[in-house]
């Protein structure tokens, strides 16, 4: 439909939808009250509000910041999708001498944890906080107060499948490759520069919607290494791959009602932005589907699980 909600026009328009066939046992305005509450609009961006995300502390003990992911992974999963788990170790942690001797109090680590819906936030929050102990010690949970105003940011492709998978289930959404090949305006450019552009589509299974997306990959060959090009080639379409679709999914604003219960529209006035990412998301994007040089195999990534590869790397065969 190509119109961008506001969450509470949003809420009242989907109100109608939610209660299509629900008998009214309480008086209507009551209900309706109860409804547009509970209702939670999720969109493919990291969650960056105090509701939705929480700040632990008095996370104590030598463990390392691997550990101590793992630990609240396992406590906060139960309750609903989580999109981050960010572990901040003390500034200086104390020796076991220094612990064992009294010469120093151990310093403590904290940790945000994000979720996409704020009433999950607050389950965890309610169950965990005082009540769930790391090396014998209760971790205190609560609401992120301190939250700096940002701009929204898009999700990294890998975190989009996993909350259209959680939302939509797996067989309510599929994916297609409209196109992939070079920029028509590579000639234009350094000719060194490899610039390849894919258009994805998604849909939305049982509501008659799609949105779709275009996406750039650019990597630049050393010409004084032509055997190079074509796990550059493969890399830049990777990169193209995977925006696209990180832009598709971007439009795409679901509605969640207390039950359970989802809503979909695709907001097409969003504008394909070229997202800036992490040295972490870009290493883990050129390693996927790099060819090895000695056997000729081309590997893969969890991120690139569905039925889309097939086409990537028939592309690829086409372009390497």
Request: proline share 6%.
């Amino acid at each position: 439909m190509g119109y961008h909600f506001k969450p509470k026009v949003c809420k009242t328009f989907w109100y109608m939808y939610l209660t299509m066939g629900h008998s009214m046992a309480v008086r209507p305005e009551d209900q309706q009250n109860h409804i547009l509450q509970s209702l939670e609009v999720v969109e493919f961006t990291r969650p960056n509000t105090s509701d939705r995300v929480l700040y632990v502390s008095k996370i104590c003990g030598r463990l390392s910041k691997e550990e101590v992911v793992l630990k609240l992974h396992e406590a906060f999963k139960p309750y609903g999708l989580i999109n981050d788990i960010q572990v901040y170790p003390p500034a200086q942690l104390p020796t076991p001498a220094e612990v064992e001797q009294g010469e120093k109090p151990e310093e403590c680590s904290y940790a945000f944890v994000k979720f996409y819906l704020a009433r999950d936030a607050a389950k965890a929050r309610a169950g965990l906080s005082g009540k769930y102990f790391i090396v014998g010690q209760p971790i205190l949970v609560q609401n992120a107060t301190k939250m700096k105003k940002r701009a929204p940011y898009p999700l990294p492709y890998a975190k989009c499948l996993e909350v259209a998978n959680y939302f939509l289930g797996f067989d309510g959404w599929n994916s297609d490759v409209v196109w992939m090949g070079r920029d028509p305006e590579s000639s234009r450019h350094d000719p060194n520069t490899l610039r390849y552009i894919c258009v994805g589509r998604i849909e939305i299974r049982g509501w008659n919607l799609s949105s779709e997306g275009v996406g750039l990959g650019e990597m630049v060959l050393d010409p004084t290494s032509p055997q190079e090009r074509g796990r550059l080639t493969q890399a830049a379409m990777n990169i193209a791959f995977n925006r696209a679709f990180q832009n598709a999914f971007s439009k795409v604003i679901l509605v969640i009602l207390e039950n359970g219960k989802v809503a979909v529209e695709i907001n097409n006035k969003e504008p394909d932005v070229t997202p800036l990412y992490t040295a972490e998301e870009e290493a883990q994007m050129l390693q996927v589907n790099v060819r090895d040089e000695e056997t000729g195999e081309v590997g893969t990534d969890e991120e690139m699980e569905d039925d889309n590869v097939a086409l990537l790397l028939a592309a690829l065969e086409n372009y390497s």
